[in-house]
């Protein structure tokens, strides 16, 4: 999988996946369920994976010791996920980067930047190249713009 920026671009992913059961390392990202109990040291830099449903303030005291948090998607239609990403950034003013993983879809890119996620890892359906569509400017005729618009015009059309 890879993973786009805010730019549309694909970029190089120094974040590796915890192995399960494993003590947390540098450069790697622990689901919530795993993260040891409060006042555990833990290493910098470290991310961690939290489900949609996650209650913020559980994490809230050690978002400090964050440099990633990943915000699981478990379906496109769920957006659980912009909510928690927007609380990350204007309820308690993280800083660092909140990515987007699971079925996220191109559609969906511009709402998710608005929300405050920095990257996201795409699915093998949606490969790096509709990204970066998904980024270009609505004027730009080789943009096919949000779904919703293009129903719309449809129906006007009709």
Known sequence: MAIINAQGQ?????????????APAPYTIIPLAELPPAGSP??????VQIPPGAALE?????????????IEFPKFRDGRGFT??????LKYGFKG?????GHVIPDQFAALLRCGFST???SPEHPAAQWRLAS???ENPAHPGQLLSRLMSRGLAA
């Open 10 to 22: 694909e970029v190089a992913d120094s974040w590796s996946a915890a192995a399960p059961g494993a």
């Open 42 to 47: 833990l290493p910098a830099p470290l991310g």
């Open 58 to 70: 559980t994490i809230a005291p050690r978002l400090g010791s964050f440099a990633l948090i990943a």
């Open 84 to 89: 928690l990403a927007r609380n990350l950034r």
């Open 97 to 101: 980067e909140i990515r987007a993983v």
């Open 120 to 122: 996201l890892s795409t």
């Open 136 to 138: 270009s400017t609505p």
